[in-house]
């Protein structure tokens, strides 16, 4: 009887690290609050999915392994997924890129977009992590109309006090013109109807200096 021992230990236990850290991350990829989805990269199929992606795309997770995002029409604007794969054809990963994506019900949400190639076994996959910024996005556009509503409101603020100012200096120029003119027509004296004259058209031009 010939007995032949291997010792296989190492093996075993690297088994074993292996099965730990599989178990970790796939407790993880589930209790993530974030939507999570696994997809080949050779070909898109998405492999896995958390409850959270289901949760924002509205599809239920039989729904969604075996397809690819492309025949689920979840990119709301095929020019985001265009970029995004020219970006990840030249490096490994890609984060916090806003892209949109359109759920079952035909809802459009923008989302925070990061992903990372990674190695499940002998396949190479995307990792890919999508967050609801839709609220957050609507709150900034919302601001900004309001800061561009609130910056005409006192734009028209400030030439209204602008042109209230310009009225009352044009009324006073006009009072000086009228007042000098009625002085003039009762006036025989040539000295002072010239100095009269001569007054009516400083405030002419005084009045021409305001508008211009």
């Not at 900034?140 to 309001?146: C, D, G, I, N, V």
């Amino acid at each position: 009887v010939v007995v032949i021992f291997h010792d296989i230990s190492k093996t075993k236990r690297a088994e074993e690290t292996l099965k730990r850290s599989e178990e970790t991350f796939a407790k993880v990829f589930n209790a993530n609050p974030a939507a999570m989805a696994i997809c080949r990269l050779r070909d898109g199929y998405l492999l896995d999915v958390n409850a959270a992606f289901e949760h924002l795309t509205g599809y239920r997770r039989e729904e969604l392994i075996g397809q690819t995002a492309q025949s689920l029409g979840l990119w709301a604007d095929p020019r985001e997924r265009e970029a995004m794969a020219k970006t990840l054809s030249q490096q490994p990963s890609v984060a916090h890129q806003d892209v949109h994506i359109t759920t079952k019900d035909g809802k459009t949400l923008i989302t925070r977009y990061s992903a990372e190639t990674i190695q499940l076994a002998t396949e190479s996959c995307l990792l890919s992590i999508l967050v609801d910024v839709t609220a957050a996005r609507q709150a900034e556009e919302e601001a900004r109309r309001l800061e561009k509503q609130l910056y005409e409101s006192q734009k028209m603020e400030a030439i209204g006090t602008l042109a209230g100012g310009i009225a009352h200096d044009f009324n006073n120029i006009l009072g000086a013109i009228i007042g000098y003119a009625e002085m003039a027509a009762s006036q025989s004296d040539p000295k002072k109807l010239q100095r009269y004259a001569d007054q009516i058209l400083a405030a002419g031009l005084r009045a021409k200096d305001l508008v211009a």
